[in-house]
């Protein structure tokens, strides 16, 4: 696990996503999920940012370019392998006592990405539990929630500097809206 502290600058940018995201999603998009937790897309923006902030510590080569104009799914991380983009998301719980990483079924389907990392913000503090590939989510099985969901434990996800290890290196680009 790696911690990475949230910082004030971080905490504006993700309200700021926040805001502009609630502005549109729901009357766009419904909400698939049935989490009506407050601040649930400041939570999953300030994960990005603090694992964006891990990417800039040890020189990967990353683009953050979201597009959150009804899409709050769309916040995606691009990182490079031999120059190949793979598209990353990063999934986030704001709770200490949460233990896994979860993935709705329609997520896992509606979009492409090749691999999932896990936070969890604790207090002032993100953590950066591991990853896991997209395939490792169909070994594990579906919660018995309302809305088909899989589920991997933050102590089973594959170290971030293995990943790292694989990865270019170069500059983090963030651009944000």
Not at 1 to 29: L, Q
Not at 125 to 149: L, M, N, Q, R, W
Request: hydrophobic share 35%; glycine share 6%.
């Amino acid at each position: 696990m790696k911690p990475i502290p949230i910082t004030d600058e971080m905490k504006k940018s993700a309200r700021r996503a926040d805001t502009r995201i609630m502005r549109t999603f729901k009357k766009k998009n419904g909400n698939y999920t049935s989490l009506s937790e407050p601040d649930r897309f400041y939570t999953g923006v300030l994960g990005e940012l603090a694992f964006l902030e891990l990417l800039k510590q040890n020189n990967i080569k990353a683009k953050y370019a979201p597009t959150w104009n009804n899409l709050a799914d769309k916040g995606d991380v691009v990182v490079y392998c031999n120059d190949y983009p793979l598209k990353v998301d990063i999934k986030t719980s704001g709770k200490a006592f949460h233990k896994n990483l979860w993935l709705p079924e329609k997520q896992y389907n509606r979009y492409n990405y090749n691999g999932y990392v896990g936070v969890r913000l604790v207090d002032d503090v993100a953590e950066i539990h591991g990853y896991c590939s997209k395939d490792d989510f169909t070994k594990s099985e579906h919660s018995g929630a309302k809305v088909p969901t899989w589920g991997i434990g933050l102590d089973e996800l594959r170290e971030i500097d293995k990943l790292f290890a694989r990865l270019d290196k170069g500059e983090t680009l963030i651009v944000l809206p």
